[in-house]
């Protein structure tokens, strides 16, 4: 299966677990593939890129950190580590963005050069033609 595929059903999953956690549990439980499901999503969010699908995966982590009917194979602080470990990539990675972002951030001077273009500020046509002129 391609990793992008993959991805979109766990994003679908994650949706599922956020929509309702005992639902989706009781399905992967009657379905066989609790196990699977709980190994897949504990180590699959490092390969996530999107901040979305992190964010997504935080939640229903987070859901299914406060699930009454959480699998014993599961233990809450494996679920809680890697949520830990989760949100402070999603951290890291918003610092960066945000990092590049004001570095992106043109000179001041120049902002005002052009805001000033925009605005008219240093005269125009129309004033001129607004001189009277006097007929002899």
């Given at each position: 299966?391609?990793k992008p595929f993959?991805?979109?059903?766990?994003?679908?999953?994650?949706?599922?677990?956020?929509?309702?956690?005992?639902?989706?549990?009781?399905?992967?439980?009657?379905?066989?593939?609790?196990?699977?499901?709980?190994?897949?999503?504990?180590?699959?969010?490092?390969?996530?890129?999107?901040?979305?699908?992190?964010?997504?995966?935080?939640?229903?982590?987070?859901?299914?950190?406060?699930?009454?009917?959480?699998?014993?194979?599961?233990r809450a602080g494996?679920?809680?580590?890697?949520?830990?470990?989760?949100?402070?990539?999603?951290?890291?990675?918003?610092?960066?963005?945000?990092?590049?972002?004001?570095?992106?951030k043109t000179n001041?001077?120049?902002?005002?050069?052009?805001?000033?273009?925009?605005?008219?500020?240093?005269?125009?046509?129309?004033?001129?033609?607004?001189?009277?002129?006097?007929?002899?």
């Amino acid at each position: 299966m391609s990793k992008p595929f993959e991805r979109v059903l766990l994003g679908v999953f994650y949706s599922a677990i956020l929509l309702d956690a005992n639902l989706v549990l009781e399905f992967l439980r009657t379905s066989g593939f609790q196990e699977t499901f709980f190994a897949a999503v504990l180590g699959s969010w490092r390969a996530l890129r999107l901040s979305y699908e992190r964010k997504l995966c935080a939640l229903a982590l987070s859901n299914l950190l406060f699930n009454s009917q959480l699998p014993q194979e599961v233990r809450a602080g494996d679920l809680l580590r890697e949520l830990v470990s989760l949100l402070i990539r999603q951290q890291r990675v918003e610092q960066l963005k945000s990092q590049l972002a004001s570095k992106k951030k043109t000179n001041p001077i120049i902002d005002d050069i052009l805001l000033d273009d925009e605005t008219g500020e240093h005269g125009s046509d129309e004033e001129e033609a607004k001189v009277p002129t006097q007929i002899l």
